[in-house]
């Protein structure tokens, strides 16, 4: 099936399944289908007509989060996650920022780690990305999120942080 990565925003129809499935991922606490929307850097991966994976990112001033990794369920295992985690690299190759990534995926420790990624603790990260961390998590829904997934998934592991320094 033909392939295609695009830099746009998801309609609220994409953006309501995608929310839908993040319901079902221990490794993502949640976004609302609004806030999908809202994202300001989205790679959309489409196959076919579908919008069958996203890549969203920070691009802040002193650091660059992986913010959203995701290929939809009925998408998975052909690779796809190999390609927007590569366009993403691609993009910020050479950056002087920090980039870093928040997952408990190992198919996404193994995309990082192969582009040099080293495991961080959350105190260890710059007090920007930390300040930028919690700011994330203050929001209602995903507070519920978090609870919810704590008894969803009891064997979910924990949030590892995965950082690439500048020039490394
Ligand atoms: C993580 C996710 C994006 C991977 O998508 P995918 O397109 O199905 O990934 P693939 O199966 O094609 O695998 C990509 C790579 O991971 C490797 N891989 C597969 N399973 C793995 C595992 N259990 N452990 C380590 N690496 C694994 C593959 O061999 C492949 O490596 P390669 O490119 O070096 O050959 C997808 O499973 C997903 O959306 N999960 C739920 C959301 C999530 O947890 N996202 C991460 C939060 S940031």
């Known amino acids: 099936m033909v392939h295609t990565l ?3 925003k998801l309609n609220l129809e994409e953006a309501a399944v995608f929310s839908n499935e993040i319901r079902s991922v221990p490794g993502i606490v949640g976004y609302l289908p609004s806030e999908l929307v809202a994202l300001p850097s989205m790679v959309v ?6 919008a069958a994976g996203v890549l969203a990112y920070t691009d802040a001033p002193d650091f660059v989060e992986l913010k959203l990794l995701l290929v939809r369920s009925q998408f998975r295992g052909h690779g796809y996650s190999r390609l927007l985690f590569d366009d993403f690299s691609r993009r910020f190759a050479g950056s002087t ?12 420790k193994h995309l990082a780690c192969a582009e040099g ?6 105190w260890a990260l710059p007090t920007s990305c930390k300040l930028h961390q919690v700011a994330f998590m203050v929001s209602w829904y995903r ?9 969803r998934f009891p064997d979910g ?11 490394t």
């Open 45 to 50: 991966l489409e196959v076919g007509r579908a």
């Open 6 to 8: 695009t830099v746009r």
């Open 97 to 108: 920022k920090l980039m870093y990534a928040v997952t408990k995926n190992p198919i996404v």
């Open 157 to 167: 592991g924990a949030f590892q942080y995965w950082v690439k320094r500048p020039n």
């Open 117 to 122: 990624y080293e495991q961080s603790s959350f």
């Open 143 to 151: 507070f519920r999120e978090y609870l919810r997934k704590r008894f």
